[in-house]
């Protein structure tokens, strides 16, 4: 995989061969040549597991020749699939939950009490490391770009304020909640955790677990309730409870510049949703999205049909009676697909 990512690494993901396709050889001499195996017929057992080998297995010295070629599909790589799949197997070290199952030997037993502490040197090593993109990252997603944010953040922001004020809730803790549901929960945390999304990558589950780590300082940074953490707290909640404090002035921050700034108009966000229209026309499916909203529509269709009946906006603009029409033909059109299918 290494090796891959380091041939490929300017190629997107997509266009990377797979492990599975390819062959790693390794040239011990002009007359012997071997081809690299996770498993095979030499590797060692350590309570009951199948260890995987390593360059140090099969003794490859430095400066050896080595070389990646595509798989010969007469090889027989359903067999060690096989392999895989039913044996039990590990890496360099027992996974910890065989640790506390083979309490054997005293190496076991060392292996048990020593292990955490080498995570919890790497993992705040690695936090280290990470730190600064961190920051850029989440004054990035939480900052104003050329004085104003994307209209439509500030168009929802304002509509959530009028709700509130509508309604006479004054607790600023809701408006809050309200903006975070709507926008860093609903849409920057699964950007933060599925980062494939949006870029031509591998998430592998080790990246996974990782991004789960962030995510979470990212819900928490968003979050208004008081952080109760103790020792037995999760590592991934105390691993950054030093920065939340920041990261939540950062959030508020944000909030109230949006809120400060002069309001759109009507004319303005038609214009802006005109152009994304324009921009973006030919790349999704208008039929479907219609169809999801139609299912919606039916199932309210008398609470709409009320509301926009008791609003004096879309009651002089007649909504309702559009609204109505637009049902029946959305229902003729299905009638008839029916009948012709």
């Not at 027989?76 to 030997?105: C, M, Q, W």
């Not at 926008?183 to 592998?204: G, Q």
């Not at 199932?299 to 109505?324: C, D, W």
Request: aromatic share 10%.
């Amino acid at each position: 995989e290494k090796i891959l990512e380091a041939f490929c690494k300017n190629l997107p993901y997509s266009q990377w061969p797979q492990v599975e396709d390819v062959d790693l050889e390794w040239f011990a001499s002009i007359s012997q040549r071997f081809i690299l195996r996770d498993l095979d017929d030499t590797s060692l057992m350590e309570d009951g597991r199948k260890k995987l080998n390593t360059l140090s297995h099969y003794k490859v010295c430095d400066g050896a020749s080595l070389a990646m070629s595509l798989k010969d599909q007469r090889d027989n790589t359903l067999g060690r699939a096989k392999d895989l799949d039913t044996d039990k197997y590990f890496h360099l070290v027992l996974p910890t939950d065989d640790i506390l199952e083979y309490k054997k030997s005293h190496r076991q037993s060392h292996r048990k009490k020593v292990l955490p502490e080498i995570y919890l040197t790497r993992l705040l090593s690695t936090k280290g490391t990470l730190q600064k993109f961190l920051d850029d990252l989440f004054r990035a997603v939480l900052s104003i770009k050329e004085d104003r944010p994307p209209l439509a953040i500030k168009y929802f922001f304002d509509f959530l304020e009028e709700q509130a004020e509508k309604r006479g809730i004054s607790d600023p803790d809701t408006l809050h909640i309200w903006k975070t549901n709507s926008l860093p929960l609903r849409f920057w945390v699964n950007i933060l955790k599925n980062p494939e999304f949006v870029f031509d990558m591998e998430k592998s589950d080790h990246m996974d677990a990782c991004l789960s780590v962030i995510a979470q300082a990212f819900i928490d940074a968003c979050s208004i309730s008081d952080m109760q953490l103790g020792k037995d707290s999760p590592t991934n909640k105390l691993l950054y409870a030093k920065e939340i404090p920041e990261y939540r002035k950062i959030v508020q921050k944000y909030y109230q510049q949006i809120k400060d700034m002069s309001p759109l108009s009507e004319q303005e966000m038609n214009a802006h949703l005109a152009e994304e229209s324009r921009k973006y026309q030919n790349k999704f499916n208008t039929n479907v999205a219609v169809a999801e909203i139609y299912k919606y529509a039916k199932k309210y269709r008398s609470q709409i049909v009320g509301a926009l009946e008791a609003n004096p906006v879309t009651r002089r603009g007649q909504l309702q009676h559009k609204f109505e029409q637009m049902i029946i033909l959305m229902e003729d059109d299905i009638y008839t697909c029916s009948s012709e299918a």
